[in-house]
């Protein structure tokens, strides 16, 4: 009964309900910690100079945004030459020829010279950290390109430290990160695609579904290890969703697209689940072999 008249009490006080109240603290929480770290100096993970909040220093910031708005296709990211890009509609000869199932790609920058250096830390010597910077290039390659779309309200790339443009404005409703195998777990301890995604799905407050695509099979040997036709080969039917995402326009986070054959198999079970349409957000795009 007392417990009653205290929350009735409360009720008058607080304007919102107790479940409004959990989800501003939810949503507070991590704002108050990224700008309590802000301030803290650190060196850029990239490049060694000086940097806050262990992300990249405005000059490493702004030389991979400059990747991420580079000529691309804008189906799978990959980067294309002058030449390339006034054939077939703009897209690379791939994606004219078989179409993936996802509808758009957005690549922070290339896996070559500086930034894979980035990627081989973060993978190879489970430096965890380099996560925070990683889904800084990628939260800034996300608003740029959506923004060059038209999707997003455009703020300058000068806002290099932290990105957080109104979540109902990008033409996204949630993050969905590809499963990692019980091998890669095993190896690495965690899944780098899903603790980029939820730093991305942080700073574009939008809505993280962890645990929605789960691995039908695990594959005998690593999807890098392979060539392209046996890497298509094993991603078929690879994927499977563990809930419906009926009408939910999804962006599907990995650390690194080689060949497609990955986002293009996690795509379609996402599709297969309901889902509107499957947008593919990757820290890094390896590009095209000269």
Known sequence: MACGK????????????????????????????????????????ACDAAARAGLLCAACAQAALGQATARRCPRCALRLTATQAGRHGGLCVECALHPPAFAHAVAAFDYADPFDALIKRYKGARRHVVAGALSQALALAVRATHGARGAVSP???????????????????????????????RQRGFNPAGELARGVALRLELRLLRGALRRRHEGAARQASLPR???????????????????LRVALVDDVMTTGSTADAAARALLAAGAASVTVWVAARTPKPL
Not at 164 to 185: K, W
């Open 6 to 45: 205290v929350c009735a009490a409360l009720a008058r006080i607080i304007p919102h309900s107790c479940a409004a109240a959990w989800t501003a603290a939810r949503r507070g929480v991590p704002r108050f910690g990224r700008r309590l770290l802000a301030g803290m100096g650190s060196n850029c993970p």
């Open 229 to 247: 036709p046996e890497r298509e080969a094993a991603a078929l039917d690879a994927y499977a969703c563990a809930k419906r995402l009926d009408g």
């Open 155 to 185: 703020h300058g790339p000068q806002a290099l430290a932290s990105v957080g443009p109104d979540a109902e404005r990008l033409p996204i409703d949630a993050v969905v990160p590809v499963p990692a195998s019980r091998a890669s777990l």
